[in-house]
């Protein structure tokens, strides 16, 4: 017979594992005493040296043995302890009640004028019972454990003590099972941590190709960016999938634990070490003051408080249009103010940034002394498709909120720009170009407000970022989708483009626009095609058309460049911070600045997206406007004339009816 008659371990431990915690224990103290009473006839059998031979004891004394070592064990806890986890805690329990067994087989032996039962054989007694104990939980606990069947093998690298923790972790869960550790330090090298042999790194393809290791872990949170990258690199080609424990940053500060195991990050890829902050920068514009952020709830603005709280302000207002936005930021803030007991007044404002009367009030109600002006629309395709709004919120919104803290004396105002605005190809780029130009001019005509503008690329991980997308593409197995196989982008993570943001507006004099250090940009192409292969994945192309999955080439979205730049022209100079450049750029005088936004509001209310652009030609001089327009709107009311009938079935008279009919704004 086959299949019904085997036994099947599965099914045995999904059974054991349903029963009620009485017939476990029950199952368990049975257990014991059959160790109990089986290790004792052995330990006698040995000193006999024959099974005819031994030493015939009462059996009382078995009953005494083996009895008092259960006592033993219900008295020290092992029986309310769960099979499944074993721990140090047990193994302890079960030692000291296996003890107290063999002292009690040697003392009744010899109360009851066995003299032939000696100490060694009570130790063998001893070593024998503790032994088979131990093994019947550790076998008990790898078959009772979850995951059971479909555990996969993992590597860790790294056997320091974040590796060995890691390793205890992942043998208490069972999902993983740790194959080896691979370290760079030669006298590791050889030697067994936590039960784990210790390899080199030279000896990790082997590891992977032949025990089909499913996964590598990183556990170096305490090394550099720049080493992890290195180490990512190596492992990029052994095509398994690579996840790591969070940075020694996150454990510290309590976001994260060992055991959080995730996805390799661009941060990771990148290898960028971000530069530690100038305290006296971070908190000069903020400590003690009330400090404004408008556009608290997205990417960077949400970032911006949450570094502004740490440096002590004596009030944050939060500005925010979306409802849900706000109460999200805000209570995270308030979350983190009450576990770090910050004494700090918090207010929450629903507005729009392009109302210029409302931020006025708020700003003079609560006597705002700095602000944030993050709030902006930064997707070029959208932008470049919503023409009107684009400006509005790009152009106006900044303007109005420079105007309302020049009225309500604020002493700072950031303006939170993009590398797009650098000779700017599409519609975003040049609004937030025009902002800084609005800032500029306004810096000369008045003294009350400081202006500054602070520039950067892309940052890690915000809305609409490609590196979610990726992420999202390679877990639904793909297509992965990249622009162009040569565009080039700079990356920067939130928190350092936010704490550099923070920092460069304490150094403002006005007028300036500071340009962050992005360091060497990064081909989509490629970083696309690391995720794939650190996802345990191939890529799937002509020259290997079995792999997993494709990279489609979309071609460039309207208005979008190959590669990004951070300056106009070359009057730039260093600051106090490294990674912070100061540039002094061209734009025209106030007179002319006002001038071309008169024109812009009128031709926004006409909603003329035509004029709409030239006139951020005119006040952009390096933007040309792409020849074909693609707002949505405009595009609808400007089709070409649809003709039901073929021209030469129609008359003369049935023409000129249609077009009478046809509405004149369409024409």
Same mark, same amino acid.
């Given at each position: 017979m086959s299949g019904g008659g085997s036994f099947n371990s599965s099914r045995f431990a999904m059974a054991l594992v349903g029963c009620s915690r009485a017939t476990k224990r029950v199952v368990v103290v049975a257990a014991d005493l059959s160790i109990l009473t089986g290790c004792l006839w052995f330990a006698l059998v040995l000193q006999a040296n024959s099974v005819s031979g031994m030493l015939q004891?009462?059996?009382? !004394?078995?009953a005494i043995s083996a009895l008092g070592g259960v006592a033993a064990f219900e008295l020290l806890g092992l029986y309310d302890a769960v099979v499944r986890y074993l721990s140090f805690r047990m193994l302890l329990a079960l030692g000291i009640g296996t003890a107290v067994a063999a002292a009690a087989s040697y003392i009744s032996a010899h109360f009851f004028a066995e003299n032939g039962y000696s100490l060694s054989s009570a130790t063998?007694?001893?070593?024998?019972?503790? !032994?088979?104990g131990a093994s019947i939980r550790t076998s008990a606990r790898w078959l009772l454990s979850p995951g059971i069947g479909s555990r996969t093998s993992v590597v860790i690298y790294g056997a320091g003590d974040a590796g060995a923790q890691l390793a205890a972790a992942l043998t208490a869960s069972r999902q993983m099972v740790p194959l080896a550790y691979v370290d760079e330090k030669e006298s590791l090298q050889g030697s067994t941590v936590a039960g784990v042999? !210790? $390899?080199? @790194?030279?000896?990790?393809?082997?590891? $992977?190709?032949?025990?089909? $290791?499913?996964?590598v872990l990183l556990a170096i949170p305490a090394a550099s960016r720049r080493r992890r990258a290195e180490v990512i690199r190596e492992l990029v080609d052994l095509g398994v999938h690579v996840k790591t424990v969070p940075d020694l940053y996150e454990i510290l500060s309590g976001r994260a634990t060992l055991a959080d195991l995730r996805d390799l990050s661009v941060a990771d890829l990148l290898g960028r070490d971000p530069v530690a902050p100038q305290r006296s920068l971070l908190g000069a514009s903020i400590s003690s003051k009330v400090v404004m952020v408008t556009g608290a709830g997205g990417s960077i603005g949400s970032e911006l408080c949450r570094q502004i709280i740490e440096q002590a302000p004596r009030r944050l207002v939060l500005l925010e249009i979306s409802e849900i936005a706000l109460y999200d930021i805000e209570r995270e803030l308030l979350a983190v103010m009450q576990r770090k007991g910050l004494a700090i007044e918090l207010i929450a404002m629903l507005g729009n940034s392009r109302h210029r009367e409302r931020l006025r009030e708020v700003m003079l109600a609560f006597g705002v002394q700095t602000v944030y002006h993050a709030a902006a629309y930064k997707h070029v395709p959208i932008v470049e498709q919503n023409v009107i709004e684009g400006t509005h919120n790009n152009v106006f919104a900044t303007w109005n909120a420079a105007e309302a803290a020049v009225e309500a004396k604020v002493e700072t105002f950031?303006?939170?720009s993009t590398d797009k605005a650098v000779h700017p190809t599409n519609v975003m780029g040049a609004t937030k170009r025009f902002a800084e130009t609005v800032l500029q001019a306004m810096q000369d005509r008045q003294s009350t407000t400081r202006f500054c503008m602070v520039r950067f690329g892309n940052v890690l991980g915000s809305s609409g970022s490609v590196v979610p997308l990726f992420h999202e593409q390679i877990r639904a197995g793909g297509p992965v989708t990249v622009t162009h196989q040569d565009v080039r982008r700079y990356f920067m993570t939130i928190p350092e483009a936010a704490s550099l943001v923070l920092q460069a507006g304490s150094m403002a004099k006005g007028g300036e626009v500071f340009v962050l250090d992005m360091g060497q940009p990064v081909r989509i192409d490629e970083l696309a095609r690391r995720m794939i292969a650190l996802s345990g994945h191939t890529v799937r192309d002509e020259r290997n058309p079995e792999g997993d999955i494709e990279i489609q080439y979309t071609g460039l979205r309207p208005g979008e460049k190959l590669y990004e730049e951070l300056l106009i022209g070359e009057n730039v100079s260093g600051t106090e911070h490294p990674m912070i450049?100061?540039?002094?750029?061209?734009?025209?005088?106030?007179?002319a600045v006002n001038a071309l936004l008169i024109e812009m509001l009128r031709a926004l209310e006409k909603f003329d997206c035509e004029r709409a652009r030239q006139l951020l030609g005119q006040a952009v001089q390096e933007y040309k406007p792409a020849a074909q327009m693609h707002d949505l709107v405009w595009a609808a009311r400007h089709k @070409?004339?649809?003709?039901?009938?073929?021209?030469?079935?129609?008359? !003369?008279?049935q023409v000129v009816r249609h077009l009478r009919a046809v509405p004149r704004a369409d024409l």
């Open positions: 004891l009462s059996p009382w !004394v078995f063998v007694y001893f070593l024998t019972a503790l !032994v088979a042999r !210790v $390899v080199a @790194p030279s000896q990790l393809s082997r590891l $992977v190709r032949e025990f089909n $290791v499913g996964c950031v303006l939170v450049m100061r540039a002094m750029e061209h734009s025209p005088g106030w007179v @070409p004339l649809e003709i039901e009938e073929p021209p030469e079935r129609r008359t !003369v008279d």
